[in-house]
């Protein structure tokens, strides 16, 4: 039986999110309360993936690429920890490589060396990755590369455990990836 009645719930914020809360919650001509329920219920949202025990693995890069830096950050996940959140119980196939879990790691807690890294994978495997004065544009770069091996690389017959290669074994072609600084 599945309880819709809701619950009370105690939580500590600091001075400076009370504020925040508070001035929003003026602005918008609602309780604090709602601003809260809006926030836990946004946050949610954009994690629910992890909510589900079923998805795992590739599966999980969407998510990591679009809210993992700040999921990385306050929780202070390393790369092992989120090796083990991603690819615990997958196939060894389907497995995210622990070289793009590395990358996503460092993209949460120290952005510019996540795309200095990035530029040394690119150039080890022969990917190009779009530079500004020799390091990668921006962090769209380190999205365009997870994209195009984890989520795209079904769609373009593309095995992503064989470095982007396509599934019959020939080279990949070179795709170039403009991002703005």
């Known amino acids: 039986m599945h309880e819709s009645r809701k619950q009370a719930v105690s939580i500590r ?25 809006f926030a836990l219920k946004w946050a949610l949202n954009r994690v629910a993936p992890l909510c589900d025990p079923e998805i795992r693995g590739p599966s999980l890069v969407p998510m990591l690429v679009e809210t993992g830096a700040e999921l990385i950050r306050h929780f202070e996940l390393d790369a092992f920890r989120l090796d083990a959140i991603v690819n615990e119980g997958v196939e060894r196939e389907r497995r995210v490589a622990h070289d793009d879990i590395a990358l996503l790691a460092l993209a949460g807690a120290h952005q510019p060396y996540a795309l200095l890294r990035l530029r040394a994978l690119g150039s080890s495997n022969g990917a190009a990755v779009e530079t500004v004065h020799g390091s990668p544009a921006s962090i769209e770069a380190l999205r365009q590369h997870l994209y195009d091996k984890y989520v795209y690389a079904g769609r373009e017959g593309r095995n992503p455990d064989a470095g982007g290669e396509p599934a019959g074994g020939e080279a990949a072609p070179v795709r170039r990836v403009a991002v703005s600084a």
Not at 19 to 36: H, M, N, Q, T, Y
């Open 13 to 37: 914020l600091g001075s400076g999110d009370v504020r925040k809360i508070k001035r929003l919650a003026e602005r918008l001509g609602v309780r604090d309360s709602d601003v809260i329920r």
